[in-house]
């Protein structure tokens, strides 16, 4: 089971983490949330008028206190040398705001987006704040993506699915076997 997980790691960046990397990704955290913040705040109407999902989670991600203890838990983790743990809550966390914010951001500029293609559709709807975009890209790690390293992430992605599937398959042979006709 440790070649999964050594798979998932390096699947999603996280065997690369160490405690600079970790630091410097909350900052940018901190720089994307103080961001969407404003214009969540700057566009409060339509925020209110949002999908109910869209407007909870925005409103519980948005809050300062949210915001507070998840620098509190980052830094804690990386202070007791857990940087992949780290770096996993920040990934988790800013993918469910940046997704949400992509929703906000599409009903204020009245924009149907495309989930499959959400990152190209936030490029364009973060044209007057082109810097944010770049912030956000950094923050999800999607800096060095093209199409020969994002066809090798594919590619490993559905081996290690097949190996899980399998190993499942054989486990549950193993535990409860089928009896024989």
């Not at 469910?96 to 906000?104: M, Q, R, S, V």
């Not at 959400?118 to 790690?141: A, G, S, T, V, W």
């Amino acid at each position: 089971m440790h070649d999964i997980f050594d798979e998932f790691l390096e699947t999603a960046g996280l065997n690369k983490s160490s405690s600079a990397e970790a630091e410097r990704k909350l900052k940018l955290f901190k720089k994307v949330w103080d961001e969407i913040s404003i214009a969540a705040k700057q566009n409060s109407l339509e925020l209110e008028k949002s999908h109910f999902k869209v407007k909870t989670k925005m409103k519980y991600y948005l809050n300062p206190a949210f915001l507070q203890g998840l620098i509190l838990r980052t830094r804690f983790l990386i202070e007791n040398a857990k940087t992949i743990e780290a770096a996993h809550y920040l990934n988790n966390v800013s993918l469910d705001i940046i997704e949400n914010y992509a929703w906000l951001k599409s009903s204020i500029n009245n924009v149907k987006i495309d989930h499959t293609t959400l990152i190209r559709c936030l490029k364009n709807l973060e044209e007057k704040n082109p810097q944010n975009y770049e912030d956000i890209i950094q923050l999800l790690n999607l800096h060095d993506i093209n199409k020969k390293n994002a066809a090798r992430t594919i590619k490993k992605t559905r081996k290690t699915i097949l190996n899980v599937r399998r190993k499942r398959k054989n486990l549950i042979q193993s535990n409860y076997p089928f009896p024989k006709k």
